[in-house]
């Protein structure tokens, strides 16, 4: 896909998009996080975790990995960010989603890296899950931490998802997880300004 206005303004808007759930929970605007700000940190974590698998011998491709992580939540512009307690009714959420992601963005490589990630059956689009879900577990971590306690249900949530999602998905890593989990539970995470 060649960058365009559209793309351009697209990023733009994930800038200026702050994720529901947060303010949901009673976090201020200012202080949750930008979807843009989520996706960036959510590639990073698969960069990482991608490491690990390649060093537990896994065949992946690291840098792919972390490229679906990076545009998981692209189409979230188009449809707004839709809360993780509304996926359940919500069911076409993903279908939703890619279909405008199909409209916006046509046939490119971006599109079927967000369709890889959204079928969710090759090892990167996992890994890219999994650093998706760790993203949101340290950001909820930092908010409980500087006060907001109503996002330790979002943190517990997503805690519980974690250990299920790499005991059934990725059991290659799921000791590296576990204590990946055990430091971030025993450890501060809050940024400091």
Avoid: C
Wanted: proline content about 2%; glycine content about 6%.
């Amino acid at each position: 896909m060649a960058l365009d206005t559209r793309l351009v303004e697209l990023l733009g808007a994930l800038k200026t998009t702050v994720r529901t759930g947060w303010m949901l929970k009673g976090v201020p605007p200012a202080m949750g996080e930008s979807v843009a700000e989520h996706s960036f940190e959510s590639a990073v974590l698969t960069l990482i975790i991608a490491l690990e698998a390649r060093k537990a011998g896994l065949n992946v491709s690291v840098y792919r990995s972390a490229a679906i992580a990076l545009v998981h939540d692209l189409a979230e512009e188009l449809t707004g960010d839709i809360p993780r307690g509304l996926h359940n009714y919500v069911k076409s959420k993903e279908r939703v989603e890619l279909k405008l992601a199909k409209d916006y963005l046509g046939s490119s490589d971006l599109l079927s890296l967000l369709e890889e990630y959204y079928e969710g059956r090759s090892l990167e689009s996992k890994l890219a899950r999994m650093g998706d879900l760790l993203s949101t577990y340290i950001h909820a971590k930092r908010l409980e931490e500087r006060g907001f306690a109503r996002v330790r249900a979002i943190r517990r949530a997503v805690r519980e998802e974690i250990t299920r999602y790499s005991r059934e998905e990725v059991p290659e890593l799921q000791s590296y997880l576990e204590e990946l989990m055990r430091r971030l539970d025993g450890e501060s995470v809050s940024t400091r300004v």
